[in-house]
């Protein structure tokens, strides 16, 4: 299906990624957003109540985080596509809920702008430090898919991509970008609403009273319905089975677990998103994401200069970590640099795959503001040392 | 790689964002060379100078922040203060010759100077001297062309108010002309 031409605004633009983001999700279909305004993503909304309405989709204010996130999925199931927006603080409020969607399996999405932190941090400034809340940060075992734009291009695009990946997989979708990015002004180029693809939910066939909500018949993701159209059912977090009704034993949970877990690992390789550049013969690959990746490209042309064999992959999604890759590459016996604004959150991933096989080094930073690209570079020359 | 790093600079609601969006509109819609705007948000940016810091380049900016600016705009006397520091020995210095009292120039700048406050008021509205500035600037440092630089003011300035903005950025642009 292509975009509906209502909610693309055509043309080259010199937007900032909080305004590509709401551009993105307009273009994706998103006609309900629910949030409370925080820095840094505080003009994704803004532009949101702005445009919204314009095109028959709605913004509500909520009273807090915990609310927001419940009302997109309400909207969610009563047809609309729907996100929420908000920063570390209001992300932490919302895990609940996220844990929810995983459960009921809606499609939604969910957009952090990060900042530093913990806790209320650095308002205004750039942090990457809540990458493995975004994966792990609602109980039970549940999977997740997460973007991280590096541009406010990126962040039009890969909001749009958001949107499809929830659809398929019916997935809470994160959005990670960082306050750098989302307050960085850049050309964003919107193509024609016809080159713009989109992926429509899958509605049951079933008539009132034959629909099993969680009836799989053999594909990972069962289709759904829209209230209104005259199908009663029950929806729960608790563990559920084909009916939604709730089953208390281990047999149900197992059933329920397995396919929200593998529905996404299994498909990893199809969700997974990388640029790659000169990886073949590098000796090292720096493996970077969000604006930590520009600042990366820095360093490797600082070390490329000297004749170091450097490549670099770019995780354009971060979840799932692209295993099955790096793995590869360490098999080849290259060694890995990892920049990113944390003290080593998605390294732990790198360091889980590469299994010490080959060197992997974290290049560590607190947030606040970018990498130095020379602290990287020194940390590409240590790894090939 | 051929970047150059601007800052533009001022008190609050003297339209200093703007000017910069302007300006990296210019440079990459109509220009089509990359430009990356960045600001300063929160406690810093509430002060009396205010700045919005733009780098354009032939290639993808990497880097995201100004180090060294190589041009600064500067609209306030203190905003001038503050910022000339950061500049490169050799920067171009731009400033609203009313409110600014150039002092401290490195030998290798280069100062352009003009009243875009007067020649404002004399167009009627005060509030367009960050446009006078806009057009001074385009001519000066020949960075954007005329016709870009004045598709992007089209582009950033509320509906109905073209005609007096385009009229304030020629002026700025012929008094740049003239003093160059």
């Known amino acids: 299906m292509k975009a509906d031409p209502k909610g693309v605004m055509t043309g080259a633009h010199f937007l900032d990624g909080d305004h590509a983001c709401c551009e993105g999700a307009l273009a994706a279909g998103c006609r309900f957003v629910a949030g409370y305004p925080i820095t840094p993503s505080t003009e994704v909304v803004e532009r949101i109540a702005a445009r919204f309405p314009a095109v028959g989709g709605m913004f509500i204010q909520m009273e807090d985080e915990i609310a927001s996130s419940i009302a997109i999925q309400g909207a969610v199931w009563a047809g609309a596509k729907a996100m929420t927006v908000t920063s570390g603080p209001g992300f932490s409020l919302m895990m609940e809920h996220i844990g929810l969607a995983a459960m009921l399996e809606t499609p939604c999405v969910f957009v952090n702008v990060q900042r530093g932190g913990p806790s209320t941090g650095l308002p205004t400034l750039p942090g990457q430090a809540d990458m493995m809340q975004a994966r792990w940060g609602s109980h039970g075992d549940y999977e997740v898919i997460a973007f991280c734009p590096n541009s406010p291009q990126e962040c039009f695009d890969l909001t749009i991509e958001a949107f499809n990946m929830a659809e398929i997989y019916r997935v809470p979708v994160m959005l990670m970008l960082d306050e750098c990015v989302g307050h960085m002004t850049e050309k964003v180029v919107i193509p024609e609403a016809d080159a713009i693809e989109i992926a429509e939910r899958r509605f049951t066939g079933a008539k009132p009273g034959e629909y099993l909500p969680y009836e799989t018949n053999g594909n990972w993701v069962p289709p759904m319905v829209k209230a209104g159209d005259g199908h009663y059912f029950h929806m729960t977090g608790l563990t559920h089975d084909e009916r939604g009704y709730p089953v208390m034993n281990a047999e149900a949970q197992e059933k329920c677990v397995h396919r929200i877990v593998n529905k996404i690992r299994e498909n990893a390789d199809a969700i997974v998103r990388l640029r790659e550049a000169e990886i073949e013969d590098a000796d090292v690959v720096v493996v970077s994401y969000g604006i930590t990746s520009r600042v990366a490209l820095k360093a490797i042309s600082m070390a490329q200069a000297e004749g170091i064999k450097v490549g670099h992959m770019r995780l354009v999604t971060a979840w799932p970590f692209p295993e099955n890759r790096i793995r590869r590459l360490a098999d080849q016996g290259k060694a890995f640099v990892m920049p990113e604004l944390n003290y080593g959150q998605m390294y732990l991933e790198l360091e889980r795959v590469v299994q010490g096989r080959t060197r992997s080094l974290l290049v560590p930073h607190g947030g606040g503001t970018v990498h130095d690209p020379e602290v990287i570079y020194r940390k590409i020359k240590e790894a090939v040392q | ?180």
């Open chain 2, 1 to 180: 790689m051929s970047a150059t790093e601007i800052k533009f600079s001022g008190f609050g609601g003297q339209g200093v964002i703007l000017a910069g969006i302007i300006f990296g509109r210019a440079a990459s819609i109509y220009d089509n060379k990359f430009a990356t705007l960045t600001q300063s948000f929160g406690p810093e940016a509430r002060g009396s100078a205010c700045s919005a810091q733009l780098i354009v380049s032939e290639d993808q900016v990497l880097y995201p922040y100004v180090t060294r600016p190589q041009i600064l705009m500067a609209m306030s006397q203190e905003a001038f203060n503050k910022f000339l520091p950061e500049t490169t020995d050799d920067a171009t210095v731009i400033i609203e010759e009313e409110l600014v009292k150039a002092t401290g120039l490195k030998p290798g700048m280069k100062l352009y100077g003009i009243p875009a406050t007067r020649i404002a008021e004399e167009l009627g509205r005060k509030m367009i001297l960050n446009i006078v500035m806009v057009g001074f600037f385009t001519a000066v440092t020949g960075l954007v062309g005329y016709e870009s630089a004045r598709e992007a003011v089209k582009d950033s300035v509320p509906q109905g108010t073209e005609v007096m903005n385009l009229k304030a950025f020629d002026r700025g642009y012929q008094y740049g002309k003239e003093l160059k």
